[in-house]
């Protein structure tokens, strides 16, 4: 019997009526699928595989392919009518709702159920997807004991070979769980309810399209959104009151509106299509900037389960930098990158690189640079031998993002925006990221990635694509430089 929910459905459900009633009924209005939001789900795939370590010898009773889950359902009956203790991807179906449990376990009479998520704490909407698996397991039947979360313990740190009880750690969320089982009986009627209707729920965009996850028919549902001067090129704030007040387009706010100071510059210069500089402000950020220049810039991985030594999940990797030097005002522009083999752990070889070419005098200019100071300040604790010198680097840095993010300098053509990729094109329209193979910093992170599972004639080019991006962004920062000299 084909299922009406699952646990990805109903969540949508809960999330927003109408994503739920898209999903099922007109999926071709869906955003075009995102490479970077799939690289996520594969991650979150393999911390899934390598959490079943924690219960080895299970049996899978996963189904031959998404259109099959009756057959796991039916799987899974017959594993547990055996006695088999422990189960991977679980299935239960009861009244149309379909949900797969991670990992099953049964101790004595009872049963245990275990939910891996590849985040760092549990949240919210985890709880609610295991309020939902219980409610199902036990309408089903099952003499379900108690429900957890596995996720990545953000204290564990790496040494040698991987060690996968320190790696996750469980958390019961049985009494979250229990409170909230007349809600999702309620919710599941509600929902169901809504595939039936032969229009989808009418339901306004709202914060809800972002949270808790990005919905995938935002192009849709915001397309009667300006895509130039709409409100939401202020801040999520002030965006939300404008939208509530009937306010789509810059054009449409009354000119006695009280917005904050930022809103305020970054309407009044749309209004005028006139650039606005702040000289003054512009001169002062300049002064304390002193050659010789080193515009520099990393670009990272945040592997979920620590590749190397000394690494916790998710920490930040610099596994490539990009610096570009000016040793005085008519100096020829100088060129030097590192980038990591994609096997090895980058850091000790670029922290070499780093500290050859960064001098002990000048400025270090950054674009955003609490990203850069960050690293330099994760480098030092691991590399305690070079601390002093790395410590020695922060003092240096200059963010050069900062005349842009405070408006100092400020064109209508920021909308708003002020990191590189938004500033760049408007002043220095010559510099163009979207011809470059790989256009941003996430599309870097994922191709480095997968450096080592490519042939050798793939990361040739792709190693190639990524030192052109990684230059493009410090060159970019040397012709910003240039133009706020020139003010
Ligand atoms: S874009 Fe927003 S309103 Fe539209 S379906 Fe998604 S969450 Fe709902």
Sequence with gaps: MSHVLSKSTFMYGCQCPKRLYLHKHSRDLRNPDDEQQQAIFDRGTNIGELARQLFKYGVDASPPDNYSYHLAVAKTTALIARDVPIIYEAAFQYEGILCAVDILVKQGKHWYAFEVKSTLSVKEQHVQDAALQYYVMINCGLPLQDISIIYLDREYVRKGALDIKQLFTTTSVLTEVLDQQRVISNKVKVLKNVLTQPEPPAIAIGPHCFAPYGCDFSNHCWAHMPTENSVFEFNATTAWKLFDAGYHHLDQIPADYKLPPKATLQLTQARSGQVYIDAESIWQFLQPITYPLYFFDFETIMPGIPEFDTCTPYQQIPFQFSLHIK???????????????????????????????LGNTGSIICYNMNFEKGRITDLAKTYPAAATHLHALNPRVVDLMAPFQKQWYYHPEFHGRYSIKAVLPVLVPELRYDQLEIPNGSLASLVYANLKHQDAITSTLQRQALREYCKLDTLAMVKLYEVLKAV
Excluded at 334 to 355: K, N, Y
Aim: overall charge negative; charged content about 25%.
């Design 327 to 357: 040793q005085h005002a008519t100096a020829e522009l100088e060129h030097i990158d590192f980038l990591g083999d994609g096997i090895t752990d980058p850091r000790p070889d670029l922290l070499e690189a780093m500290l050859t070419h």
